[in-house]
């Protein structure tokens, strides 16, 4: 562990109850993955598997979004950019969220990812991505192109200005495919 409560200070709110710190004061980290060695054992793995990148991650979410036969994640990370771990189908991930367009928003600004969804909102059979956020930022919603990147659709469908006002933890599909209307 890098860091502990005791290490940071925020403040003291009215009550005499200490205050909680924006994400700002917290230094990202890197995530860490286990390995089932297949005995009751797991060995960190995350070095060798290529999950180097320092973030701030509060949501996760799998899929095989370029349709190769390997299951990538995605790391919904708060108040920096996102993180769309590829898989390479060698035992190793390549974090490639800038260049395939999923890293910040429409206007190439980060905001404070928390849920995030694979799902396929258009129905033509590729996993898009929606990630929420908190109140002032807009959900951002992902659509796939199917070469390896992602368009940035949260104005043309609408969700920019309905999320506009509200925060999100988490994100279901159904959910999210009712309100943009696609059957």
Not at 48 to 54: C, D, H, N, T
Not at 76 to 83: L, Y
Not at 98 to 109: K, M
Request: aromatic share 14%; hydrophobic share 30%.
């Amino acid at each position: 562990m890098q860091w502990d409560f005791d290490d940071i200070w925020c403040g003291e709110r009215k009550e005499g109850l200490r205050a909680y710190c924006t994400p700002d004061a917290f230094r990202p980290i890197s995530p860490l993955v286990y390995h089932n060695d297949g005995n009751g054992h797991f060995t960190e793995a995350s070095q060798k598997l290529g999950f180097s990148k320092q973030g701030k991650g509060l949501g996760i979410a799998l899929a095989d979004y370029d349709r190769d036969g390997h299951i990538d994640l995605f790391f919904a990370n708060d108040s920096m950019p996102e993180f769309l771990y590829h898989n390479t189908g060698h035992g190793t991930f390549e974090e490639v969220g800038l260049p395939s367009g999923v890293a910040v928003d429409g206007e190439g600004r980060s905001y404070a990812g928390m849920g995030v969804e694979f799902t396929d909102y258009n129905n033509d059979g590729l996993p898009d991505v929606v990630i929420t956020d908190l109140a002032n930022q807009m959900y951002a919603l992902y659509r796939n192109n199917g070469d390896g990147t992602f368009a940035y659709e949260s104005y043309p469908s609408g969700l920019a200005r309905m999320s506009l006002t509200h925060s999100g933890w988490g994100v279901r599909y159904r959910r999210a495919r009712a309100r943009f209307g696609y059957h």
